[in-house]
């Protein structure tokens, strides 16, 4: 008997709301037709007996609707309990005290019931937000975590490439010095040797830009984290990266969705760097003809830029190593234009990420406001 009871009790909280109150005001209408209809001479115990169903629709709206609930159904339950429609006993019984108190002990099972029901609701929302809190406290531990090792396989790193860039850097000075004196003292095949000269030069170039990068990379200069207008940085990357996008026949697009006085908190000449890297990356893998969006928005916290192009995509093996030093998909790239920018970015408190499917490469960009 007991396991039925329990399993009728589940499937009641199981409906819905709408469901679990027409249950309800169908027992209160049954109980009270089933009391008033009993008019057998003997039949007093079992009378009150039924009086007693009473309690369950009133136990049931304070579980599902609190106190206020389940005095509003206790106050209705309690006038529907004398027996209205048994004329004999109108005046011995109908109003009698054992009737009243029963009338009021509905109230306050009603209103007592109700009242558990918010404690018990009010405790397990406590528990809830307090298991949730702990989730979040445990990602942001593992992500701290992370961020930890992965800054200590950087500061490794960046010791590392400091000494290469110092190693190389020495031999590149006297190189050059090299070409510029034979370039004065070669007659013989000036034309030839012009164009391997040209050439040796170029390569001296590319290997002092690796150079610079390196060392940028391992000594990256301090962040002045002042209030700065996004606006008039975009704007100064858009009118450097326009004669690129020109030539390639290439469109740039910039558009925000906030006040030309906002302002975010950063180093100008630093975050235009990366945003200019970023620009030019997505120039360089643009489709013909078509278009570099530069989005901007605002939310309470943080300012968000989104640089989007259509081209070919980056593969999810690849981005998960986009950001790392030397990592290039380029034949004539350092693999680290990126690398510096997502550390100039990380000094910043900031995010840089990438997210390439179907034809559509963004990096967004997110600093925290002024």
Known sequence: MKKHLYSLTYVFFDFSPKVQWGIIILLLIAITIAHNSMQIPGMSLLMVVTQKLFFIPVILAGFISGALGGTMVA??????Y?????PHLHSEYMLSIPVISNMVLLVVVGLTTGWLSDRIKEELERHRRTAKQRDQALQELTHS?????RSEQLAALGQMAAGIAHEVRNPLTSMQGAVELLKRSID????????LLNRLEKEIARLDEITRHVLQYARPPKASLDPINPLELCNDVLETARPQAQSQGISLKLTQAYSANTQIRGDH??????????VLNALQFSNPHSTVSMNS????????LI???????????????IFEPFFTTHAEGTGLGLAIGARIVEAHNGTLTCQS???????????ARA
Do not use: C, M
């Not at 106050?75 to 529907?80: D, G, K």
């Not at 013989?188 to 164009?195: H, I, V």
């Open 75 to 80: 106050i209705v339950a309690a006038a529907l």
């Open 82 to 86: 004398p027996h209205y429609l048994v």
């Open 145 to 149: 975590y992370e961020r930890a090792k």
């Open 188 to 195: 013989s095949n000036p034309e030839r040797a012009d164009t």
């Open 269 to 278: 000449a630093q975050l235009q760097q990366v945003i200019l890297n970023l």
């Open 297 to 304: 928005s605002l939310d309470e916290n943080n300012w968000y």
């Open 307 to 321: 640089i989007s192009n259509h081209g070919p995509a980056i593969s999810e093996k690849d981005q998960q190593h």
């Open 357 to 367: 499917a179907d034809g559509v490469t963004r990096f967004t960009l997110t600093i």
